[in-house]
């Protein structure tokens, strides 16, 4: 059985691109074995992240997590069951924000400056739809 799991959170400190590149790294030597799929934003200390798979590896994932000690405040917006993948092609597509139309996220939220939140997860999962039909996704 698929589910969908989508979270947001705040980071604990100041994050490098560097920070980043190993988070996704890790992202994406892990994800592909346990048939994770998902996004993942980054932007002002916010992080965004879709999990998609099976519903034990997802839950099994997610817990570790959340005990990452690079982020807290997680806040979990979206969990259901899912009968297909939205973002199969990405093992952890990173949301590029140089392509991200600054219009879009005024569609979706109070002002220019994204807060998960203050928004529902399925505001959230549209918003994320359109990033991938935008091809604001970079791949991996
Ligand atoms: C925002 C954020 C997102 C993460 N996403 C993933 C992920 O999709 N897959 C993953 O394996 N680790 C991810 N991690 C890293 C995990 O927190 C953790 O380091 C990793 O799952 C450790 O796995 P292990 O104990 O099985 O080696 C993420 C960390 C952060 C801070």
Known sequence: MLVRLVYASRASRELSPQDLQDILRRSRDHNPAEGITGLLWYNDGVFIQVLEGGRDPVNARY???????????????????????????????????????????LKYGETQKLDPYRMSGAMLTALFDELVSSGAIECA
């Open 63 to 105: 817990k570790r997590i959340v005990m990452d000690n690079r982020h807290d405040a997680p806040i979990l917006l979206t969990y259901q069951e899912i009968s297909e993948r939205r973002y199969a092609g990405w093992s952890m597509g990173q949301v590029n924000l140089h392509r991200l139309n600054p219009g879009l996220l």
